[in-house]
């Protein structure tokens, strides 16, 4: 069974604008990751925060974690038509990196 | 190698035959993941290695399916007897260490029972 859930399930925006992506999981966790992943193939790893982290910045990335709540956001600045993806949070509960994902966001961007 | 590569891309199959799959992972990576993704139930992880051994095997769906993984490195995931529910794309991920965090995966093999 799926540990996380996203919303929104699909998202749709102008470039230039940002996209906010929210993930809630169910039990405790040592870290969790967001996952782009394009056409339905390989994904691509962004970033990892860990339980110990509220925030963390990559590029036009910001991925905050509210433990208390058992949740995660993600926050892509700046969109651009190259960001169109799916983009999946994943949780790593017992340090031996065996992922648990969400069901995904669709996030299309529109030039 | 550069990336995490696995073969076939594509498979199609008759329900009822065996099917191997095949992943190579990142030179040098020690721990060794293989996750499903259909539309029905999402991404699920199926089994990890470290090394050699699989010390979770508790995504693995029914007894038709096994793993192995020789030499640290290749492994194959073969599905016995394959269903129709077995249809969908098998992903395969490396990295450098079990505790490292996050991985690096293959393009993914698609296979179709028919």
């Known amino acids: 069974s799926q540990q996380g859930e996203e919303d929104p399930q699909a998202l749709s925006i102008q470039e230039g604008e940002n996209a906010t992506m929210n993930c809630s999981y169910k039990?405790?966790?040592?870290?969790l990751q967001w996952y782009r992943q394009n056409s339905g193939r390989g994904l691509v790893h962004l970033i990892l925060?860990?339980?110990?982290?509220r925030e963390k910045h990559s590029g036009r990335l910001r991925v905050t974690l509210d433990t208390s709540k058992k949740s995660s956001s993600l926050l892509i600045t700046a969109s651009r038509a190259a960001d169109t993806a799916s983009y999946f949070c994943?949780?790593?509960?017992?340090?031996?990196?065996?992922?648990?994902f969400g069901q995904g966001t669709t996030l299309q961007v529109k030039p | 190698g550069a990336g995490v590569s696995q073969s076939p891309s594509n498979k199609v199959t008759e329900k009822g035959k065996d099917v191997e799959l095949r992943c190579d992972p990142i030179?040098?990576?020690?721990?060794l993941y293989w996750y499903r993704q259909s539309l029905g139930q999402g991404l699920e992880f199926l089994i990890y290695?470290?090394?050699?051994?699989?010390?979770?095997k508790s995504g693995l769906p029914s007894d038709r399916f096994s793993a192995e993984r020789t030499g640290g490195s290749v492994s194959t995931l073969t599905i016995q007897r394959t269903q129709q529910e077995d249809s969908a794309v098998y992903l395969c991920a490396s990295s450098l260490e079990v505790k490292r965090g996050y991985q690096f995966f293959g393009p993914g093999t698609r296979l179709t029972v028919l």
């Open positions: 925060i860990r339980s110990n982290e």
């Open positions: 290695f470290q090394g050699n051994s699989a010390p979770d």
């Open positions: 039990t405790s966790i040592n870290n």
């Open positions: 994943a949780t790593d509960s017992s340090n031996t990196g065996k992922l648990i």
């Open positions: 030179s040098g990576h020690t721990a």
